[in-house]
């Protein structure tokens, strides 16, 4: 199994727009991941995300540029305040790949509660828009590659 971990793009400051949608960059880099990850010949079907319209819109682009046919599943338990254990519990049950779409701090305790022996060390930059890549092998959780944002910043 191999989960995709994605922190959603780039999205507007509350200021401008209190729902915090994407900005232009923010979509051009998830566009531009999509892309990749394309390439990459992608085995998911799935994409949990938070229910946050930053977090949804990157799924709906990532999604459009995988071809359309994964199904979009909203994931609380992938909201910035939520504890890692409800989406671990998720993922738990499933044994095909998953692309997960989510924010800071969720997603660093998430992926350091599954690369056991590593909870208390931050070791990931996540930035919207990185990519960091799982793979479960016999049980456990080992990185395949962590990909920041600037990657996809030239056009694929």
Same mark, same amino acid.
């Given at each position: ?8 793009? #780039?999205?507007?400051?509350? !200021? ?8 232009? %960059?923010?979509? /051009? ?5 999509? /892309? +990749? ?19 949804? #819109? ?5 999604? *459009? *540029? ?15 305040? *939520? ?5 671990? /519990?998720?993922? =738990? ?24 022996? @590593? !909870?208390?060390?931050?070791?990931? =930059? ?7 890549? @799982? #793979? ?9 590659? +962590?990909?920041?944002?600037? +990657?996809?910043?030239? %056009?694929?």
């Amino acid at each position: 199994m191999i989960i995709y971990l994605v922190q959603h793009g #780039e999205a507007l400051s509350e !200021e401008i727009n209190p729902e915090r949608p994407l900005s232009e %960059q923010g979509k /051009k880099d998830i566009r531009n991941l999509g /892309k +990749f990850l394309k390439n990459l010949s992608v085995n998911a079907r799935l994409i949990y995300h938070s229910p946050k319209k930053r977090a949804i #819109e990157t799924a709906e682009l990532m999604n *459009e *540029e995988l071809g359309g046919g994964l199904r979009l599943v909203e994931e609380t338990s992938l909201s910035p305040e *939520e504890k890692p254990e409800g989406i671990i /519990k998720s993922i =738990n049950r499933l044994k095909e790949d998953l692309i997960i779409v989510g924010h800071l701090p969720n997603l660093g305790a998430f992926s350091r509660r599954l690369l056991k022996g @590593l !909870e208390d060390r931050c070791i990931f =930059n996540f930035k919207p828009g990185s990519l960091l890549i @799982l #793979e479960n092998v016999e049980g456990k959780w080992r990185v395949m590659a +962590f990909i920041p944002t600037d +990657f996809f910043r030239v %056009q694929i």
